[in-house]
């Protein structure tokens, strides 16, 4: 099946930097979204993309999806310290099942005060 | 806002043993999903239930079984745990009838087996 690739693995950074992690796919994706999964807590959904060049924002939360819709990537602006977690991608299967997720191997987001 | 539930939290078991995840969905959400996360991994699809009926399965192990029950809630059974099953087991649900298809997960199991 569909597989995505998540860089960085690691993002260490200081209070009120930018972060950015990216998601790839070497086929065209029809839908890619995003999750926070805090320091021992579960994935909290964050946003779906299904356009081309999809752009949309949370705050100082930045989504994209690449024209080709085979990439897609999370900008986060100044970072605080609520913003430590993982950030996953994930594809939505929707094919022949009622939506499983195949998750990217996430960036642990580091932010240091 | 009601949360998806899953007992117990934690769950050490001993080789060879079973166990038994439990998972409550939010009320409405007709469709439940499992994930199995490893230390430093990202969650792997196991299996989901749409009413009540199988609808997809995962990297399942065939140890594993699963269903789900008329009032919605949803059990994992795990037989002969090995020390490889020790992680963290997610339940989430959703609505098919949201546009954005967003699954809401709960807290986790967090299995050990010794």
């Known amino acids: 099946g569909q597989q995505v690739m998540q860089i960085p693995q690691y993002q260490h950074v200081q209070e009120g930097e930018d972060f950015t992690t990216y998601c790839n796919s070497s086929?065209?994706?029809?839908?890619i979204q995003w999750y926070k999964q805090r320091p021992g807590g579960h994935p909290v959904f964050l946003i779906q993309?299904?356009?081309?060049?999809e752009v949309k924002k949370q705050k100082r939360l930045t989504f994209q999806f690449g024209e080709a819709k085979k990439n897609s990537s999370l900008h986060i602006t100044a970072t605080q310290t609520t913003d430590v977690g993982t950030y996953f991608c994930?594809?939505?299967?929707?094919?022949?099942?009622?939506?499983?997720?195949?998750f990217g191997q996430g960036t642990i987001l580091t932010v240091h005060p | 806002a009601a949360g998806v539930i899953q007992s117990p939290r934690h769950l050490i078991k001993e080789k060879r043993e079973t166990a038994t995840l439990k998972c409550y969905p939010i009320?409405?959400?007709?469709?439940v999903y499992w994930y199995q996360q490893g230390p430093g991994q990202d969650p792997q699809f196991l299996i989901s239930?749409?009413?009540?009926?199988?609808?997809d399965k995962g990297s399942i192990p065939d140890r594993f079984s699963a269903q789900q029950f008329s009032d919605y809630h949803s059990e994992l059974n795990m037989s002969s745990l090995e020390l490889g099953d020790s992680a963290l087991y997610f339940c989430?649900?959703?609505?098919?009838?949201?546009?954005?298809?967003?699954?809401?997960f709960g807290p986790g199991t967090r299995l050990t087996v010794t």
């Open positions: 993309l299904v356009k081309s060049g």
């Open positions: 009320p409405r959400h007709d469709t």
């Open positions: 239930f749409y009413e009540k009926m199988q609808s």
């Open positions: 086929t065209t994706l029809s839908n």
């Open positions: 989430a649900s959703s609505f098919q009838g949201y546009s954005n298809y967003e699954q809401y």
């Open positions: 994930a594809l939505l299967n929707r094919g022949t099942s009622y939506g499983k997720l195949t």
